[in-house]
């Protein structure tokens, strides 16, 4: 009865962490569109809101899930399973609306420094691949595509983009928005000259 608990426990704990991580993708893309676009809002009017917009809302979608899956236990699992799987296809879908906004303002930021980036193509196009994980829009190709209606090769390629990208998003978020940025450098390169002194 405690392992069958547990196993319930740790599929409700799953459930929320992947729809929280959905949420998080969605947090970042409104908080750099918001940056883009030049708002003038104090940033501590947000803090909260993100807070509760990336854990809490995930709460809102598993609580009556649980609730489902534990009245109907066996008798009806696509249906409770429904809302769940719901959640992460609205959060991708707005997310990739946010994301098309975005390569438009980067875009035309861009073409209005022509003369500034003569690779201003080039420099769209890692504008783009940096932010495909960012956003988490690598989901949004397999969203449809449930482990159920893959089969054979399809389903490798699914599970292996997914993983992956998955994985590695906090270590290239890291990589690219902090260890790459200039002042993160400049920083690193004193503190790494003052060890060299003092040893």
């Known amino acids: 009865w405690q392992a069958a608990l547990g196993c ?12 929280a991580n959905h949420y998080w993708f969605l947090v970042e893309a409104v908080y750099l569109y918001k940056l883009l676009i030049g708002a003038v809002f104090s940033e501590k009017n947000y803090y909260r809101l993100y807070l509760y917009l990336g854990w809490g809302t ?3 979608f598993v609580v009556p899930w649980m609730a489902a899956k534990y009245l109907k236990e066996n008798a009806d699992r696509v249906g409770v399973l429904g809302s769940v799987c719901l959640c992460p296809v609205s959060s991708s879908q707005i997310n990739l609306l946010i994301f098309m906004r975005i390569l438009k303002v980067i875009l035309a930021k ?23 994980p960012l956003f988490g829009i690598h989901e949004v190709v397999f969203i449809f595509a449930t482990d159920e209606q893959t089969t054979g090769i ?31 450098k400049s920083e690193m390169k004193k503190k790494w000259q003052l060890w060299k002194l003092d040893h």
């Open 8 to 19: 319930r426990a740790a599929q409700v704990l799953m459930q929320y962490c992947i729809l």
């Open 58 to 60: 995930p709460v809102v």
């Open 110 to 132: 861009l073409r209005a420094n022509q003369k500034g980036y003569a690779d201003y193509k080039l420099r769209l196009a890692k504008a783009t691949l940096t932010l495909i």
């Open 154 to 184: 399809l389903r490798y390629i699914k599970v292996f983009f997914t993983l992956f990208l998955n994985s590695f998003q906090g270590f290239l978020v890291a990589v690219l928005y902090c260890f790459a940025n200039k002042e993160v």
